[in-house]
């Protein structure tokens, strides 16, 4: 197995779904999967493996999703981890995923070739997401599940800061958005500091969909509201 790639540790009750994970990845050549398991315990022993990416069902039956993925975190901090979902409607149960720090949703419908292209996107340290996941979670922080934006807050952003916001809708990292803006990660990650703040959000993913959902994007601002719901 060629070195250097990023490895993966596969959590699923179902196997054929494990395998099927694991197949596609694996002939890919862009991945190393290194394990795989169907249990909360299974899946803890093998974070002796060092491994760069997990990804666990959310909806899983026979294990305590959430209780594995804050077990995860708090092992191995750097560990990026995706959540597999079996329907855009189990929004609630991901945005607490979302406040444990999960980086990323992909539901279990996804396509072999997209499967590949968000995997990539999140071992490079961006965020993995759904388009139709996407949309639900944005409808679920408009709907108050978490404090909403509206357009007061947007006054009180820089044009830098918009800049910044673009970036992280686009599911960039903090090296990617200084190299789009000719600044300093540093920069970066103070300026999104500033903006989790100023918005009221706890996490970057949340930001990142309230973002994307209002239209934030690197070909341009978004437009001045203009009595809009946020």
Not at 45 to 66: G, K, N, R, T
């Amino acid at each position: 197995m060629e070195k250097g790639l990023p490895s993966v540790v596969l959590v699923d009750e179902y196997p054929l779904f494990r395998m099927a994970m694991a197949d596609v990845l694996t002939r890919d050549s862009r991945f190393k999967v290194v394990g795989e398991a169907d249990s909360k315990e299974s899946a803890l022993a093998l974070l002796s493996l060092d491994p760069d990416l997990y990804v666990i069902s959310l909806d899983a039956e026979s294990y305590d999703a959430l209780s594995l993925l804050q077990e995860v975190k708090a092992h191995h901090k750097d560990v990026r981890v995706i959540m597999i979902l079996s329907s855009p409607e189990q929004s609630g149960l991901l945005m607490r995923a979302i406040r444990l720090r999960a980086n990323g949703y992909l539901l279990r419908t996804i396509s072999p070739a997209e499967f590949l292209e968000q995997m990539e996107m999140a071992a490079r340290g961006g965020m993995a997401a759904s388009e139709q996941v996407t949309s639900a979670l944005a409808a679920r922080l408009r709907g108050g599940q978490v404090t909403t934006v509206d357009e007061r807050y947007f006054h009180f952003l820089t044009d830098r800061e918009q800049d910044v916001l673009c970036c992280v809708a686009s599911g960039l990292t903090n090296p990617e958005a200084a190299e789009e803006l000719g600044i300093a990660p540093s920069t970066i990650k103070v300026h999104v500091k500033h903006l989790l703040k100023k918005l009221n959000f706890n996490t970057r993913l949340e930001m990142a969909v309230w973002a994307s959902e209002c239209g934030f994007r690197l070909q341009g601002r978004m437009p001045k509201p203009s009595g809009q719901e946020f």
